[in-house]
């Protein structure tokens, strides 16, 4: 019974960023949960290959090719569904730059890619959304942040402090938490659930030495694989949650518990 909470099937999904580190992973979940999953990124031969590369692992997936950057193209996707059921916002345009290297227009493209993104593609999936909700009984959006939303970067872990988190990227998160409690009140009275997602160090490849500094610095003692990330998407994602919106869930070995 407890089992069936988490299967997503005949549901419809929709994950930006889906070809990176976490992005592959949470599509990878959201298909074998059951549900059918649009896979959104800006290339779309490398999308293709993606989607190609699912469809071996009989997955059902389909793609959507464009940048949730672009104001008009999130509107005319999301316009022209008839319904969702998961929106997961993950993607995010962001260059790690150093502290005197940084201009407005980073933190400018990072906040839109994020913070701008989530809001306009969950405005434009309303309707959507709302479809979902009226069918299963619930529709689910959640935003993946970072546990730099919650906390800066220590900087003692680098060896160049340059390679640390980004100034523009944290401040981003942090209003995609915001964000995230904003829509979960004026979406509630609609059936549809509004978290956010809060990952640790999950990186995709560190240098042994870094990667000891920053398994040491969880409570775990150890960094996060990116599988490991699927279990807390399906919580969010599935009636297993139900009664869960506003939250922000941390998935980060206990590194904001300290």
């Known amino acids: 019974m407890a089992q069936h909470l988490f299967r997503l099937d005949g549901k419809i999904a929709f994950v930006s960023g889906a070809r990176g580190h976490l992005g592959r992973a949470m599509v990878q979940a959201l298909g074998a949960a059951g549900a059918h999953v649009i896979v959104n990124g800006r290339d779309d031969v490398a999308l293709a290959r993606h989607e190609a590369e699912l469809r071996e692992q009989k997955l059902s997936v389909s793609r959507a090719a464009f940048d949730v950057s672009d104001m008009g193209a999130v509107r ?32 400018a493209e990072t906040y839109a890619s994020s913070v701008t993104a989530a809001f306009e593609a969950v405005r434009a999936a309303r309707p959507a959304l709302k479809a979902g909700a009226a069918s299963a009984g619930e529709a689910s959006v959640i935003n993946i942040a970072s546990m730099y939303g919650a906390v800066s970067p220590d900087r003692r872990l680098y060896d160049d402090p340059a390679q640390q988190s980004p100034f523009h990227y944290g401040p981003a998160k942090a209003g995609l938490l915001q964000l995230t409690r904003h829509l979960a009140g004026e979406l509630g009275a609609e059936k549809i659930r509004v978290n956010a997602l809060v990952p640790g160090p999950f990186p995709a490849s560190a240098a042994p030495k870094f990667g000891q500094r920053l398994a040491a610095r969880t409570m775990l003692g150890r960094l996060g694989q990116a599988g490991e990330i699927a279990g807390p998407l399906l919580f969010l994602a599935s009636p297993a949650s139900s009664f869960v919106t506003g939250a922000a869930l941390n998935v980060d070995g206990g590194w904001t518990a300290w």
Do not use: H, Y
């Not at 995010?92 to 933190?107: G, T």
């Open 76 to 107: 005319t996707f999301f316009g022209g569904l008839k319904r969702l059921d998961i929106l997961v916002n993950n993607a995010v345009s962001m260059q790690v730059k150093s502290f005197d290297a940084l201009r407005p227009e980073d933190f």
